[in-house]
C-alpha cells in the first residue's frame, strides 16, 4: 500500500554545512510534514514516521461508504548524494531523485526534477514535502477506450459457440476469447456460415439462425487496467446478451447495489473469512460478469440433436 511517489525525508551525512536550526519559510506552500526518527550517518540511512492518506470505497458495519484511510508506518530509508544529486531508497516508496548546487549534506533544501516548485526541506528532525499551488491545475484528460481489432470469424470464441450450439453440456465462454485465435475446426460442425465481418457473423445450424455482433472489446492492458467487453446473439428471435467490466473502484461505483460485484481485502486480518472480519474491509476492484446468463441463454434457445 506504501505505492507513495516523492513524499519523504532525509539525513545527515559527516560533513553537515547546513544548520540544523534554520528556520525555513514555508508559508504560502502546501506540504507534508515526518517526523525523522534516526539519522545514520555512517550507513547513510535514516528512518521516518512516515503516512499518506487514499479515498476509497470501504465495507464498514454492513454498510457500503466512500472514506479518506490514513496508513501509517516507521520506514528506513538509504540515501546517497553524488554529482549535487540527491537519491532516497526504501523497499516500499519511490522517490523522484533531487537537486541542489549548493547541499553537502542531505540537510537543506532540494528541487525536484520531475516535479516543477517542488521541493525537499530536510532539517535535522523533519522531513517537508513542499510544493506551490498552480494558478490553473491541468484539467485530467480521459482518454477514449481503445478497441482491440478482432477477426470474429476465426476467434475462440466462435468455437465456444459452436461447442455450445451443437454438444449438450458443453457451453463455456470466456471474454479472453473474442481476440483469442480459435482452432480451424468447422468441419467439426454442422456450421453453415452465411455473412461474417471483423465483429459479427451470422450461420445456420440445423434448421436454426444464429447472428452475432460483438459490440466491444476493450482489453485492460490497453485501457489503464478497465477492460470491458459485449456481445450480443440472436438466436431465431430471442436475443442473448454479453457483458464483462472490470476496473478500480471509483465513487461513482461505490453503491449499495454494487456490493455483489466488489471485491476487497481486509485491513486486520487478511487471512479471514468475509463473514468473519469486523473490521473494515477495502474495496478495490468492480467486476461484472454475466457470463453464466449468457450461457445459460444460448444453452435454452439452442436446439439440441
Same mark, same amino acid.
Given at each position: 500500500?506504501l505505492g507513495?511517489?516523492?513524499l519523504?525525508t532525509a #539525513?545527515?551525512?559527516d560533513?553537515v554545512? *547546513?544548520?540544523?536550526s534554520?528556520?525555513?519559510?514555508?508559508? $504560502?506552500?502546501? &506540504?507534508f510534514?515526518?517526523?525523522?526518527?534516526?539519522?545514520?550517518k555512517?550507513?547513510h540511512?535514516?528512518?521516518m514516521?512516515?503516512?499518506f492518506?487514499?479515498?476509497a470505497?470501504?465495507?464498514r458495519?454492513?454498510?457500503?461508504?466512500?472514506?479518506?484511510?490514513?496508513?501509517?508506518?516507521?520506514? !528506513?530509508? @538509504? &540515501?546517497?548524494i553524488e554529482?549535487h544529486? !540527491?537519491?532516497?531508497?526504501n523497499?516500499y516508496?519511490?522517490?523522484?531523485?533531487?537537486?541542489?548546487?549548493?547541499?553537502? *549534506?542531505l540537510? $537543506?533544501?532540494?528541487?525536484?526534477d520531475?516535479e516543477?516548485n517542488v521541493?525537499?526541506i530536510?532539517?535535522?528532525?523533519?522531513? %517537508? =514535502?513542499?510544493?506551490?499551488?498552480?494558478?490553473?491545475?491541468?484539467e485530467e484528460?480521459?482518454?477514449?477506450p481503445?478497441?482491440?481489432p478482432?477477426?470474429?470469424?476465426e476467434? =475462440?470464441f466462435?468455437?465456444?459457440? %459452436?461447442?455450445c450450439?451443437? =454438444?449438450?453440456?458443453? #457451453?463455456?465462454f470466456d471474454?479472453?476469447?473474442?481476440?483469442?485465435?480459435?482452432?480451424?475446426? !468447422?468441419?467439426?460442425?454442422?456450421i453453415?456460415?452465411h455473412?461474417s465481418? *471483423?465483429n459479427?457473423?451470422s450461420?445456420?445450424?440445423?434448421?436454426?439462425?444464429?447472428?452475432?455482433?460483438?459490440?466491444?472489446?476493450q482489453d485492460?492492458?490497453l485501457?489503464n487496467?478497465?477492460?470491458? &467487453?459485449?456481445?450480443?446473439t440472436?438466436?431465431?428471435?430471442?436475443? #442473448?446478451?454479453y457483458? &464483462?467490466?472490470?476496473?478500480?473502484?471509483?465513487e461513482?461505483?461505490c453503491?449499495?447495489?454494487n !456490493?455483489?460485484?466488489l471485491?476487497?481485502?481486509?485491513?486486520?486480518?487478511? @487471512?479471514?473469512?468475509?463473514?468473519d472480519?469486523? $473490521? @473494515?474491509?477495502?474495496m478495490?476492484?468492480?467486476?461484472k460478469? *454475466?457470463?453464466?446468463?449468457f450461457?445459460? #441463454?444460448? =444453452?435454452?434457445?439452442?436446439?439440441k440433436q
Amino acid at each position: 500500500m506504501l505505492g507513495a511517489t516523492a513524499l519523504f525525508t532525509a #539525513c545527515g551525512s559527516d560533513d553537515v554545512s *547546513s544548520n540544523p536550526s534554520e528556520a525555513y519559510d514555508l508559508e $504560502g506552500k502546501i &506540504y507534508f510534514a515526518f517526523p525523522i526518527t534516526s539519522i545514520d550517518k555512517k550507513n547513510h540511512q535514516f528512518s521516518m514516521d512516515f503516512w499518506f492518506s487514499e479515498d476509497a470505497c470501504i465495507y464498514r458495519d454492513s454498510k457500503v461508504l466512500w472514506d479518506t484511510l490514513i496508513y501509517s508506518a516507521n520506514l !528506513l530509508f @538509504d &540515501y546517497s548524494i553524488e554529482n549535487h544529486r !540527491l537519491a532516497l531508497e526504501n523497499e516500499y516508496v519511490h522517490f523522484n531523485p533531487a537537486w541542489s548546487e549548493k547541499n553537502k *549534506s542531505l540537510l $537543506g533544501v532540494w528541487n525536484l526534477d520531475e516535479e516543477e516548485n517542488v521541493q525537499y526541506i530536510i532539517t535535522q528532525d523533519t522531513f %517537508y =514535502y513542499a510544493g506551490t499551488k498552480t494558478e490553473n491545475p491541468k484539467e485530467e484528460i480521459i482518454p477514449e477506450p481503445v478497441e482491440t481489432p478482432i477477426v470474429l470469424g476465426e476467434s =475462440y470464441f466462435m468455437y465456444d459457440m %459452436y461447442r455450445c450450439v451443437q =454438444y449438450d453440456r458443453i #457451453c463455456y465462454f470466456d471474454q479472453w476469447h473474442f481476440s483469442k485465435k480459435g482452432p480451424n475446426s !468447422l468441419h467439426e460442425f454442422r456450421i453453415d456460415v452465411h455473412d461474417s465481418t *471483423s465483429n459479427s457473423m451470422s450461420f445456420t445450424h440445423e434448421g436454426q439462425e444464429f447472428f452475432i455482433n460483438v459490440l466491444h472489446v476493450q482489453d485492460d492492458s490497453l485501457n489503464n487496467g478497465k477492460a470491458y &467487453y459485449s456481445a450480443i446473439t440472436v438466436i431465431d428471435q430471442d436475443t #442473448c446478451f454479453y457483458e &464483462y467490466t472490470r476496473s478500480n473502484v471509483t465513487e461513482d461505483l461505490c453503491k449499495e447495489e454494487n !456490493l455483489k460485484y466488489l471485491m476487497g481485502y481486509s485491513r486486520d486480518d487478511e @487471512d479471514a473469512e468475509l463473514e468473519d472480519i469486523k $473490521g @473494515d474491509i477495502v474495496m478495490f476492484e468492480y467486476m461484472k460478469n *454475466s457470463i453464466e446468463e449468457f450461457q445459460k #441463454c444460448i =444453452y435454452n434457445h439452442t436446439k439440441k440433436q
